[in-house]
Nanobody, 127 residues
């Protein structure tokens, strides 16, 4: 079984930065696409970013493009989400996810494209 544990969330002022980490155990992540999703109160979970196994390709939601950067360190079995220029609308619980299901980029932005999820970390951006 794969376990994913997010960390790095917290409270930050608008315009600030946070770096989220997602540490995996139970399986090496080096062969799999990893993603970040978020869910704000009263809203559906939404895609944030994804990165292929090699790190060669990355994908971003339009709302975070240019502000967030996803990266991975396969040697550390960890994925990161660097979040800059944070806005109050970025407030949400952030989840990392791993996909062993698909190799097509069509699925990378879809929640159903991932079969393992972390427990989430809260990010709160104050105005």
């Amino acid at each position: 079984q794969v376990q994913l544990v997010e960390s790095g969330g917290g409270l930050v002022q608008a315009g600030g930065s946070l770096r989220l980490s997602c540490a995996a155990s139970g399986r090496t992540i080096s062969s799999y696409t990893m993603g970040w999703f978020r869910q704000a109160p009263g809203k559906e979970r939404e895609f944030v970013a994804a990165i292929t196994w090699s790190g060669e390709s990355t994908y971003y939601a339009d709302s975070v493009k240019g502000r967030f950067t996803i990266s991975r360190d396969n040697a550390k079995n960890t994925v990161y989400l660097q979040m800059n220029s944070l806005k109050p609308e970025d407030t949400a619980v952030y989840y990392c996810a791993l996909s062993t299901l698909y190799s097509s980029s069509y699925y990378y932005t879809l929640g159903r494209g991932y079969d393992y999820w972390g427990q989430g970390t809260q990010v709160t951006v104050s105005s």
